[in-house]
């Protein structure tokens, strides 16, 4: 599935951050989202996502084809690191977690309780998660926040195999995967400009903190 995004405009906090932004994801690729701190990542990745509003543009992509790993990794803290997988997994209507254990190297602990976990463990399973949702389309915010070198290697090996399998991927990233299928578009541009936007997107925003 094409992902077609068309002169978005984004706000936080009722304040415009990004506007006309416009690109295009195919199906084995991923697109790279650059800036600075502050210029508007999150804000566009949880917009795509659907968890916010757009000020104006139209994203093309249906949200229940997209899963999206956000900074919180997500996971019910009593509940094992399998229990856990298999949890999202019957959500999505799954039910193979062994691959996702293998491909985030979870095997070993799949019997402990998410809260005992260590950060990076966590954002691991946080990642395992992904795969068990069968979706196309991927948005990664900062996915490999917390992990070592070694973990960082594993989650590019499954980015690469969810690309080969015609899936793709939108990520905010300052680390590089090394993805040769990987574009970057850099928001600078987008940087949206006075204009302060309606009462209801702010008091929206508000009661998503
Ligand atoms: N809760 C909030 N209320 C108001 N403004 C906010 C809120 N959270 C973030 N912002 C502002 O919105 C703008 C965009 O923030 P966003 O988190 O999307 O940036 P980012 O590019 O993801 O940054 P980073 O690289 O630091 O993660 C920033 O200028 C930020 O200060």
């Known amino acids: 599935m094409e992902v077609r995004v068309d002169t978005l405009a984004v706000a936080r906090g009722g304040i415009p951050v990004l506007e006309g932004v ?7 690729r991923a697109l790279i989202l650059r800036g600075p701190n502050g210029v508007g990542k999150t804000t566009l990745l949880r917009t795509i996502a659907g968890l916010q509003p757009a000020l104006e543009g139209r ?9 999206y790993a956000a900074h919180a990794d997500g996971l019910k803290a009593v509940l094992t690191v399998e ?20 491909a985030m190297d979870l095997l070993s602990l799949r019997d402990r309780r998410a809260a005992n976990l260590s950060a990076g463990q966590k954002r691991r399973l946080g990642l395992a998660r992904l795969l068990v949702t069968g979706r196309a389309v991927w948005l990664l915010d900062e996915p ?9 290697a594993l989650f590019g090996a499954a ?25 970057v578009l850099d928001l600078e541009p987008f940087r ?10 702010g008091a929206f925003d508000e009661a998503f903190q």
């Open 159 to 183: 980015v690469r195999a969810h690309l080969a399998g015609g899936g793709s991927a939108l990520m905010a990233t300052h680390i590089d995967l090394g993805l040769a299928e990987a574009d």
């Open 192 to 201: 949206a400009r006075g204009r302060v936007a309606g009462g209801r997107m």
């Open 83 to 102: 229990e856990n997988l298999r949890f999202w997994a019957a959500v999505h209507g799954l039910r193979d977690v062994e691959a996702a254990l293998v």
């Open 59 to 67: 994203v093309s992509v249906p949200p229940e084809s997209m899963a």
């Open 144 to 152: 490999t926040v917390s992990l070592d070198v070694a973990s960082v």
């Open 22 to 28: 416009t690109f295009r994801l195919q199906p084995g």
